[in-house]
């Protein structure tokens, strides 16, 4: 199962794997506080994707097509990240206001389509409304 968090949130033991995918380290936030298992910044949007968003609602699409031609060049940390949730639930975690358009969110949705064989994948996108619905 994997779950997306606001890193400032209070640690819970339903969290599981605590993943925080943010590039910077949360301001103001403490180690001992964050509680965070494992740091990937190899999953963050870049520098220059980051900044161009800006947390802008009107550039969300395509932020989220940016994110994702990003992602497809981590396909390690992702199958590590897919693996792991397979194990154990995972929680990735976010520092961004905005609890609906980050990429904690985008990476729990690309996560989650990918985790199924084509072969359980039925024809039509039936599925795939599934999977949106599920996230």
Excluded: C
């Excluded at 900044?51 to 994702?68: L, M, N, S, V």
């Excluded at 990240?81 to 690309?110: C, I, K, M, P, W």
């Excluded at 024809?123 to 999977?131: F, H, L, Q, S």
């Amino acid at each position: 199962m994997i779950q997306v968090k606001r890193v400032y949130e209070k640690p819970e033991r339903s969290d599981g794997l605590r993943v925080l995918v943010d590039r910077l380290w949360p301001r103001g936030l403490t180690k001992k506080r964050a509680a965070v298992d494992l740091w990937l910044k190899d999953v963050a949007p870049s520098t220059e994707l980051r900044k161009w968003y800006g947390h802008d609602p009107a550039k969300w699409r395509r932020f989220r097509t940016r994110y994702r031609a990003e992602l497809r060049a981590r396909k390690k940390a992702l199958e590590a990240l897919r693996q792991e949730s397979r194990l154990q639930t995972v929680t990735l975690l976010f520092g961004s206001r905005d609890l609906e358009r980050n990429q904690a969110v985008l990476l729990r949705e690309v996560l989650g389509r990918r985790r199924r064989a084509p072969s359980q994948v039925k024809p039509g996108g039936a599925d795939r409304k599934r999977v949106q619905a599920r996230t």
